[in-house]
């Protein structure tokens, strides 16, 4: 049982670029989030989802974009890097809305 | 909202208990507490939730006053494996997504 599987572990963007971080479950939850965090900072919502095929902006959504076709991926979409983006970002999942949520090992991303 | 209050850090020395509060005087009457924990660079970890009484798990124990305005996470006995930063969190939203405060940084002396 793999849990939350997120790809790259690393990886370094220049200012424009575009890049998908990968987030994989293999629990069968329906509920997937992604998060940010700054250094020194807490966790931040950028994206979650309920659902296949239902998706919702959490709380700093802008330059980022998501999909969920299945129950197992939820990949989050950088279109245009900004450095504003570096960061190390978490993707979760959980069961339902009374359970706890199950973390990935995180993508650092820095942008240049 | 559930806003939740924790001190910034505290700490504990190796083999003691630890007990880590936590206010969230605004939560609702449907919400769950929740504790996480996060070690240096790495994803945090769920630790236990609950709703009204105390719970258990390997990790720890969860003690929610009976007013619900505040709780507070034991770990039995501290280890050093036990330093991290350790969120307590109220759900929010319609999909009752856990929003992160700052936490409560563990130190734990040898």
């Known amino acids: 049982n793999a849990g939350v599987t997120q790809t790259p572990k690393f990886r370094i963007l220049k200012i424009g670029q575009s890049m998908t971080l990968q987030c994989a479950q293999d629990m069968n939850h329906n509920y997937m989030y992604w998060y940010r965090q700054d250094p020194g900072m807490g966790l931040k919502l950028i994206y979650y989802?309920?659902?296949?095929?239902?998706?919702d902006k959490g709380e700093v959504p802008n330059g980022y974009n998501v999909s969920r076709s299945t129950t197992e991926y939820f990949p989050l979409r950088l279109e245009l890097a900004a450095p504003s983006q570096t960061s190390v970002y978490f993707c979760?999942?959980?069961?339902?809305?009374?359970?706890?949520?199950?973390f990935g090992s995180g993508t650092r991303l820095t942008v240049v | 909202d559930a806003k939740t209050t924790q001190p910034n850090s505290m700490e504990s020395n190796e083999e003691e208990p630890v007990h880590l509060p936590c206010n969230h005087s605004t939560i609702s009457g449907t919400d769950y507490i929740h504790w996480y924990r996060q070690l240096p660079s790495q994803g945090p970890e769920y630790v236990i939730h609950g709703l009204t009484s105390n719970v258990n798990n390997r990790m720890a124990s969860l003690a929610i006053a009976e007013d619900r305005k505040s709780s507070t996470l034991i770990l039995h006995r501290a280890t050093l494996r036990d330093a991290a930063v350790y969120y307590c969190i109220g759900r929010l939203g319609s999909a009752r997504q856990l929003t992160f405060g700052s936490g409560t940084q563990l130190t734990v002396l040898p």
């Open positions: 979760a999942s959980s069961p339902g809305t009374d359970y706890g949520y199950t």
């Open positions: 989802s309920v659902g296949a095929g239902i998706t």
